[in-house]
């Protein structure tokens, strides 16, 4: 019994000295910080005019294209042409579709791949503007922010895209590769007028990109447990999106004399099963490379948690997957958003339905999930077909390893410097998902500093970017387009 004992402590000794050692030792995978040295000068009071500008014009998307209002559109190219003359003099522009601009600026080096910058020219609708403390279309300066409609999302990008290459152009300098814009009109409503086309246009044209960079993932605060330093998040790849119809038939009649099973409870008893039976977690898919890149710097417990998986992964399963926010990165989400039964109170409906959301992870199709949910529900009188033909599969994932992560990264720490670099998954989908065909190297973020308060301005009341975001996320496209 005592050698039992002897070997048992020996075994808890070894156990400790490898959770600590391998806590003490893991290495720090972010690039090294070099200052940045501004290639040009930047009118900050003429960037945030431009910027309030941009805003007052109200390019709203409408799924509907009959209630557009183009001349918004038409307004906010001629708004470009008007403020930009040294892009207009310098890169080729073209439309493609209705309002959507592709400008190409040539490099220094043409035998280089070129990169490409993504942005949106639409915005979601302000709902009830009476809700805003200033109005969702007039760019107001209040309290060090600009306010509105599309600050944040995405025309506060765009105008910094075009701020940075309007002041490079008049400095002399140029990209050492060429460098392409791509201003889609409709992100907001699938993109299947903007992005979509000009992506088709590029692949039919046999183009091949360095990298593409889009909108997704952000500099986040208190983004990783246990790290006090903003963390950069780039996003590698997005979840595919679909809406599936489930339809559960029965018995209709007469309320006064309910069948044993209706309609509606064939359907409550679907939706309830697949909530029970949620889809697997991925332990070791993109979303936990966060942890990977930020194990090092953070507090020792977390470290310790974070340095010796092979031992907590159930600990950081159920860490993750408590939060509604953290389960959407690591596993398909399926969530019902309309529902629709009877149309009298007396009158027991034959059919009832419910429209599911379904976000899928990489490494899932339609299929997959089709016969997982097929499986849950497990009743005949259910079935699962497509609500519409808005289907949108997983992308592939960007490698973290190419040199183009690399090159990212070490603009990102030189433009801040205090900021943890890491790759992640993106939950909500872009207009890069169209551009698969034309590099290999596609990632999503933007250089702006949020707060989980500030994430919910996008699409949401009281929209604003801080001014001295705004500026210095011009400072970092001047950065990359330089240096790219």
Not at 158 to 181: D, Q, W
Not at 183 to 201: K, N, P, T, Y
Not at 453 to 462: A, F, R, Y
């Amino acid at each position: 019994m005592l050698y039992i004992l002897y070997a048992a402590g020996a075994l808890l000794a070894l156990l400790l000295v490898i959770i600590v050692v391998r806590t003490l030792t893991i290495p720090s995978l972010q690039e090294k910080a070099q200052p940045s040295e501004a290639p040009a000068i930047i009118d900050e009071a003429a960037a945030a005019a431009h910027l309030s500008q941009a805003v007052s014009i109200p390019t709203v998307s409408k799924a509907d294209r009959s209630q557009l209002d183009g001349q918004a559109f038409e307004r906010f190219v001629g708004f470009l042409e008007e403020t930009y003359p040294n892009v207009h003099r310098a890169m080729q522009r073209e439309r493609v579709s209705d309002y959507s601009l592709l400008y190409r600026w040539e490099g220094e080096d043409t035998s280089l791949k070129p990169a490409l910058f993504l942005a949106h020219m639409d915005v979601v609708s302000a709902g009830d503007e009476a809700e805003w403390s200033y109005p969702p279309f007039a760019g107001e300066e209040h309290d060090g922010c600009i306010w509105g409609r599309g600050t944040l999302d995405m025309k506060g990008t765009l105008v910094s895209l075009m701020e940075a290459a309007e002041a490079l152009i008049a400095a002399g300098k140029k990209p050492r590769r060429s460098v392409y814009f791509a201003f889609g009109q409709d992100e907001e409503v699938g993109g299947h007028f903007g992005a979509r086309r000009i992506a088709a246009l590029l692949e039919q044209r046999g183009m091949r990109f360095e990298f593409v960079l889009d909108e997704g993932l952000a500099i986040m605060k208190d983004a990783v447990p246990g790290v006090r330093q903003n963390v950069a998040l780039i996003g590698l790849c997005e979840r595919g999106y679909i809406d599936l119809l489930l339809t559960a038939e029965g018995e209709g009649g007469h309320s006064s004399i309910p069948p044993r099973s209706t309609a509606i409870q064939a359907l409550a008893g679907a939706v309830s099963r697949i909530e029970q039976h949620p889809f697997r977690v991925y332990m070791n898919g993109t979303a936990m490379k966060v942890f990977s890149y930020t194990a090092r710097h953070m507090s020792l417990p977390y470290r310790a948690v974070f340095a010796n998986r092979w031992l907590t992964d159930g600990i950081i399963k159920k860490l993750l997957t408590a939060e509604p926010s953290t389960t959407a990165m690591i596993r398909t989400t399926v969530v019902p958003t309309m529902i629709n039964g009877g149309t009298q109170s007396n009158v027991v409906p034959p059919k009832a339905t419910c429209v599911l959301n379904v976000r899928i992870m990489p490494g899932e199709t339609r299929e997959t999930v089709v016969q997982r949910l097929n499986e849950i529900i497990s009743d005949p009188r259910v079935t699962i077909e497509d609500y519409d033909d808005g289907y949108v599969a997983p992308t592939a994932v960007t490698s973290d390893n190419s040199p183009s992560f690399r090159r990212l990264a070490k603009t990102i720490r030189s433009v801040y410097p205090d900021t943890l670099v890491a790759p992640a998954l993106s939950i909500s989908g872009s207009d890069s998902a169209f551009y698969g065909g034309v590099s290999e190297n596609i990632f999503r973020f933007s250089p702006v500093v949020l707060s989980t308060t500030d994430s919910e301005l996008i699409h949401g009341i009281d929209e604003r970017i801080r001014l001295e975001d705004f500026i210095r996320e011009i400072r970092f496209y001047m950065q990359i387009l330089v240096d790219c």
